[in-house]
């Protein structure tokens, strides 16, 4: 089984800062690509921020220059550090992962976490 669980969210005021964090684990073999996602309330799920295991790094429009993304060296950790929070940014926010779990064959699967509430007052 693999298991992503994210951390970090909170209500804070706007222009405040929060740090997300996933942990994934588990029957792990290798994590390529890591990101995070949100879902505003009565929207669609929007990508954030992704990041390769080489740590090139993909932002959305709404959030470059005020997130950043990273991973651990283990690059089984990864965080999302957010300044400068709007109202707008009040969502449930998701990790995903996109790894190889332990199986006689060569699989490659996405996980999701089950997310974490992020609130920004105005």
């Known amino acids: 089984q693999v298991q992503v669980v994210e951390s970090g969210g909170g209500l804070v005021q706007a222009g405040g800062s929060l740090r997300l964090s996933c942990a994934a684990s588990g029957s792990i073999v290798s994590i390529n690509a890591m990101g995070w996602y949100r879902q505003p309330p009565g929207k669609q799920r929007e990508l954030v921020a992704e990041?390769?295991?080489?740590?090139?790094?993909n932002y959305g429009d709404s959030v470059s220059g005020r997130f950043t993304i990273s991973r651990d060296n283990a690059k089984t950790t990864m965080y999302l550090q957010m300044n400068s929070l709007k109202p707008e940014d009040t969502a449930v926010y998701y990790c995903?992962?996109?790894?190889?779990?332990?199986?006689?064959?060569?699989?490659?699967?996405?996980?999701w976490g089950q997310g974490t509430q992020v609130t920004v007052s105005s």
């Open positions: 995903k992962i996109r790894a190889r779990r332990v199986s006689p064959f060569i699989i490659w699967d996405d996980y």
């Open positions: 990041i390769t295991s080489g740590g090139s790094t």
